[in-house]
């Protein structure tokens, strides 16, 4: 199979991704726009709600998986747009769209290259794909609930913007709700329990306090505070101030540790994580998927921005084209060249590893 063939019809996909509203949980177009690129290749594939996935044709159950993930749904457009977000424009090598850069030149890459050894006998790894959506808003009906029905994976590459180099961990995330208690009453008579007050010592350590283990790759956990809501009156001292606080988890803990930590410590009435089952994540530089990257020049580092890996069980790495610092910005972009190049070395790095 031509390389240059499928990367021209992968950037014609892109195209129509990016021209079809796909917001998490309304990613029906292009789903669609998915299963017909897997019906004109003659690959058998399932969707599963907005989940369309496949195996490689000789499928072989005593073998590792390697799952290929990247997600079709976006963000909505920021107000800052100049440009259609909903129009594919092409401008000085550039291909401009809402999705282009996250992560749409990630997932028709890996498309494409699922494609490119979907029909080779005797690969070392099954291989299997899944375009998933919800990933931007963590929905229920993503990857996550995708991991029951697909085949047990061993490893996996995650399809975001890396500029394809090697994230060889990711930063988990737990979101908290604090609550700060004090004494409601009315403005005009004296209060020594004014729980916006008491808002203030617990600020200032949530400022100052620090994770005592960081990480060689993800560096230390990061915790912020994003935001804070108390009082609904002029003459009303409430009586208590909520905070949301933002913790960015390194692979030296898990996030059940980090929540335990915090109740104990942190100087408020309550705290209470939103979820915690979004992990840190990490490969072993040992892997072979990393050794083959590292051999072909590309560098590794930790990713401080959370993607579809936080689901997964397995060893992952997070590797595509396009740069992460253009996801939801207003005029998306991702050059073409960045596209056929991440086709190449995907098809490269999969060579070494999973030919035999």
């Given at each position: 199979?031509?390389?240059?063939?499928?990367?021209?019809?992968?950037?014609?996909?892109?195209?129509?991704?990016?021209?079809?509203?796909?917001?998490?949980?309304?990613?029906?177009?292009?789903?669609?726009?998915?299963?017909?690129?897997?019906?004109?290749?003659?690959?058998?594939?399932?969707?599963?709600?907005?989940?369309?996935?496949?195996?490689?044709?000789?499928?072989?159950?005593?073998?590792?998986?390697?799952?290929?993930?990247?997600?079709?749904?976006?963000?909505?457009?920021?107000?800052?747009?100049?440009?259609?977000?909903?129009?594919?424009?092409?401008?000085?090598?550039?291909?401009?769209?809402?999705?282009?850069?996250?992560?749409?030149?990630?997932?028709?890459?890996?498309?494409?290259?699922?494609?490119?050894?979907?029909?080779?006998?005797?690969?070392?790894?099954?291989?299997?794909?899944?375009?998933?959506?919800?990933?931007?808003?963590?929905?229920?009906?993503?990857?996550?609930?995708?991991?029951?029905?697909?085949?047990?994976?061993?490893?996996?590459?995650?399809?975001?913007?890396t500029l394809m180099n090697l994230a060889v961990a990711e930063k988990g995330l737990v979101v908290f709700d604090a609550v700060i208690e004090g004494t409601p009453s009315h403005a005009a008579h004296p209060n020594d329990n004014n729980a916006i007050y008491n808002s203030i010592e617990a600020l200032q350590w949530f400022q100052d306090f620090k994770f005592k283990k960081g990480s060689k790759a993800l560096g230390d956990v990061k915790l912020t505070?994003?935001?804070?809501?108390?009082?609904?009156?002029?003459?009303?001292?409430?009586?208590?101030?909520?905070?949301?606080?933002?913790?960015?988890?390194?692979?030296?803990?898990?996030?059940?540790?980090?929540?335990?930590?915090?109740?104990?410590?942190?100087?408020?009435?309550?705290?209470?994580?939103?979820?915690?089952?979004?992990?840190?994540?990490?490969?072993?530089?040992?892997?072979?998927?990393?050794?083959?990257?590292?051999?072909?020049?590309?560098?590794?580092?930790?990713?401080?921005?959370?993607?579809?890996?936080?689901?997964?069980?397995?060893?992952?790495?997070?590797?595509?084209?396009?740069?992460?610092?253009?996801?939801?910005?207003?005029?998306?972009?991702?050059?073409?060249?960045?596209?056929?190049?991440?086709?190449?070395?995907?098809?490269?790095?999969?060579?070494?590893?999973?030919?035999?």
């Amino acid at each position: 199979m031509v390389i240059q063939d499928l990367t021209n019809d992968a950037i014609s996909l892109l195209k129509k991704l990016i021209e079809t509203q796909s917001f998490s949980s309304e990613e029906d177009g292009t789903a669609s726009h998915i299963e017909d690129w897997f019906t004109r290749y003659n690959i058998d594939f399932k969707r599963t709600k907005n989940n369309v996935w496949a195996v490689n044709k000789y499928f072989d159950d005593s073998k590792p998986t390697l799952l290929l993930n990247s997600h079709h749904d976006t963000v909505k457009p920021n107000s800052a747009y100049t440009k259609d977000p909903f129009k594919a424009i092409v401008e000085d090598g550039k291909l401009f769209g809402l999705g282009s850069n996250d992560a749409g030149g990630c997932l028709v890459s890996l498309i494409a290259t699922f494609t490119y050894f979907y029909n080779q006998e005797n690969l070392k790894y099954n291989l299997v794909v899944v375009a998933s959506a919800e990933e931007e808003s963590s929905g229920p009906d993503g990857l996550n609930s995708m991991l029951s029905i697909i085949p047990k994976v061993d490893v996996a590459i995650v399809g975001e913007p890396t500029l394809m180099n090697l994230a060889v961990a990711e930063k988990g995330l737990v979101v908290f709700d604090a609550v700060i208690e004090g004494t409601p009453s009315h403005a005009a008579h004296p209060n020594d329990n004014n729980a916006i007050y008491n808002s203030i010592e617990a600020l200032q350590w949530f400022q100052d306090f620090k994770f005592k283990k960081g990480s060689k790759a993800l560096g230390d956990v990061k915790l912020t505070v994003t935001q804070i809501n108390g009082g609904s009156q002029h003459n009303v001292v409430p009586g208590h101030v909520d905070l949301v606080i933002d913790v960015r988890v390194n692979d030296a803990y898990s996030n059940a540790e980090i929540a335990k930590i915090l109740q104990k410590k942190a100087p408020v009435t309550s705290i209470t994580p939103r979820s915690l089952r979004l992990n840190s994540s990490s490969i072993p530089v040992e892997h072979d998927l990393v050794k083959a990257g590292i051999a072909m020049g590309r560098s590794t580092y930790g990713s401080p921005t959370l993607s579809d890996q936080a689901v997964l069980s397995c060893p992952s790495l997070k590797l595509g084209p396009g740069d992460s610092t253009r996801s939801h910005s207003a005029n998306e972009f991702i050059y073409v060249n960045e596209i056929e190049e991440g086709i190449k070395i995907y098809v490269e790095l999969l060579n070494k590893v999973i030919v035999q």
